[in-house]
């Protein structure tokens, strides 16, 4: 068989989202958010929720977001998305909202409005990327960096005993009454890929049920801030970010 | 028929936001404007007009609410006094860099840190000059009375939406916790998601197929860009300083001495003008109702009639900067205040007057 009978439009079984945009994207080789950002799309796409979705990027590495998923988008201040995320729910009920948020984001500058909308049950979606780095500004030590782990505010290392212990800030969300569906998932694999995608669109789905505030944590690489190959990268998550940050569901509410 | 109630100016505020189809109130308790959510709390207009409430985490987190509100064309506002002015300066920054509109209440008490909770107007630089980062400009409304804050919330939410920036109504304590006789104004429709995808093209309201992406930031990396958002944003403020200009003259047209304040400070003013006339001495008072854009036109008028002007503020000495700006040297310009809570009687500023002007 010829290439060109093989190479044809009917015989497609996977294609670019039609939400995700041409742009080039900013994002390092290797980085997770380029899959997360896909699975997004995908699901709003699978959802027929493009006309009523309304994105909030944050502070990070992701504050760019809006130039690559074709839907409308917020640019909130720094640790602020859910509070954006809040009001844009609570006043256009009928929209579907998320928020996309780092770490540094969520679980340091943003945690009191992390916690609160989620203790609110704010009937959103949010997306915590979890690279235990600040990516954007250079590598710099996260609430989430790993004991031991070498960033360059901590270059030998984080110490507990001047820094204070890595937040597992899922685990403490998944404790609210307001939350309805909290878990941890990864990208590494197609076959973690495809477990994301399905709790993410139960994310998406348990929003527009009004059952509270659902969180998919991504356990996310930075190759850049961790000084690693993208391979590299991947291995080093599966061997010393999974044991601290398991991978599942912390809460599930049927 | 008009309805006249009594209330505090406080009362008036939340009255006047559900009257006014505002979409969504986002605060957090501080003295002396608790009122304000306090009265919005008990008259539930999520079950009238459809106006959602909501008792924020913090400051912080209501400003954000306000951003987030305001991105989708809603008609959202927010109020606080002094301390809690600080917390939302960032967030009304970046409502000024993503062109938003928003109503910001400031219930002014004296500081600086925790301070008092007895009224001031010691906020006016941090008003008027920008408080928070950048090159920004807050449309401010001073009201004088119970009345004014009533019609003030209509009055700067069409000025926020007309020129897509935040506009703030700067009270006091004074202002807020008395009570006066106001008439309310008669109640509006909320808009509809139709209205608001043709009045505000730009708000995220979800992209429809043959609309453009809209994306409500104020970042842009680029600084031949960036500097032209700027340029924009100056031209805007520009036109309001051209064509929003507000004040009031009381007795100013046989005046030999003015005195120049506002919101509760020019109440007393009135009062010690008529002692002042009784005593002989010509004095007027100026009220700028707006003080961005600050009046400087008419003040500059006024510097070739009158002998000498007195900026008299509950503060120690912010509003006179402008006034001297505004006259250029061209007459003596003093200020009087009191600090900390203190508030001027009539018979003070007279003697002021007398001993730093006649």
């Not at chain 2, 609309?211 to 805007?236: G, Y």
Request: include cysteine; aromatic fraction near 8%; glycine fraction near 8%.
């Amino acid at each position: 068989m010829e290439l060109t009978e093989i190479i044809k439009p009917e015989n497609r079984v996977y294609g670019k989202p039609r939400l995700m945009n041409d742009n080039p994207m900013h994002y390092c080789p290797g980085c997770s958010h380029g899959v997360i950002h896909k699975l997004i799309a995908e699901v709003i796409e699978d959802m027929g929720m493009e006309e009523q979705t309304i994105g909030v990027s944050p502070v990070g590495c992701a504050v760019f977001a809006y130039n690559y998923i074709d839907i409308d988008w917020v640019e909130a201040a720094h640790g602020r998305a859910p509070a954006v995320a809040t009001a844009l729910k609570r006043l256009n009920r009928e929209k579907m909202i998320f928020t996309y948020q780092g770490d540094g984001d969520l679980a340091a500058i943003g945690t009191a409005e992390t916690i609160h909308a989620a203790n609110r049950g704010e009937n959103i979606v949010i997306v915590f990327v979890n690279n235990a780095i600040y990516g954007m500004t250079g590598g710099q030590m996260a609430p989430t960096t790993l004991e031991g782990m070498p960033s360059s505010t901590c270059p030998y290392g984080r110490d507990v005993a001047l820094n204070g212990y890595p937040l597992k800030i899922a685990d403490l969300l998944a404790q609210l009454e307001g939350t309805c569906l909290v878990t941890r998932q990864s990208v590494q694999t197609a076959a973690a890929v495809r477990k994301a995608k399905k709790m993410l669109r139960k994310a998406f789905e348990n929003s527009m049920e009004g059952k509270g505030a659902s969180v998919v944590e991504f356990v996310s690489t930075c190759s850049s801030g961790w000084k690693m190959t993208p391979d590299q990268s991947n291995k080093w998550m599966e061997a010393n970010m999974f044991p601290f940050y398991p991978l599942g569901n912390l809460k599930n509410v049927e | 028929m008009e309805e006249i109630k009594l209330m505090k100016g406080n009362e008036a505020i939340a009255h006047a936001a559900i009257r006014y189809g505002t979409d969504g109130y986002f605060g957090y308790p501080i003295t002396p404007q608790s009122e304000i959510m306090e009265t919005l709390m008990a008259e539930m207009p999520w079950k009238t007009t459809g106006m959602v409430v909501l008792q924020a985490e913090s400051e912080v987190a209501a400003i954000n609410m306000v951003y987030g509100g305001a991105a989708s064309g809603k008609r959202v506002m927010t109020s606080s006094s002094s301390p809690g002015i600080s917390l939302k300066l960032e967030g009304i920054s970046y409502m000024a860099g993503a062109e938003l509109p928003c109503v910001i209440v400031n219930v002014m008490r004296g500081g600086p840190g925790l301070g008092t909770i007895q009224p001031s107007q010691a906020d006016y630089f941090q008003t008027v000059k920008g408080g928070g980062h950048g090159d920004y400009r807050l449309i401010t409304l001073a009201p004088y009375s119970v009345q004014e804050m009533a019609d003030f919330v209509a009055l700067g939410f069409d000025l926020a939406f007309a020129y897509s920036n935040p506009a703030m109504i700067l009270a006091d304590g004074i202002i807020g916790q008395m009570m006066e006789k106001v008439i309310l104004p008669p109640f509006r429709q909320r808009k509809t998601e139709a209205e608001i995808r043709h009045e505000s093209p730009w708000a995220v309201q979800g992209k429809l197929k043959d609309k453009k992406v809209n994306v409500i930031t104020s970042l842009e990396l680029d600084p031949a860009l960036m500097e032209k958002n700027n340029n924009r944003f100056q031209a805007k403020y520009r036109q309001i300083e051209e064509t929003e200009v507000r004040y009031e003259e009381y007795n100013c047209q046989d005046a030999e001495y003015l005195l120049i304040a506002f919101g509760s400070s020019a109440r007393i003013c009135m009062k010690a003008v008529e002692l002042a006339r009784e005593d002989g001495i010509r004095l007027g008072l100026l009220r700028p109702i707006t003080l961005w854009p600050f009046p400087k036109k008419i003040i500059e008028t006024y510097s070739t009639q009158v002998k000498g002007m007195l900026s008299v503020e509950l503060n120690a000495g912010q509003m006179v900067e402008d006034v001297r700006l505004a006259v250029n040297g061209k007459v003596k310009v003093e200020h009087f205040g009191r600090l900390g809570g203190i508030v001027f009687t009539p018979d003070e500023i007279i003697t002021a007057l007398k001993e730093k002007l006649l």
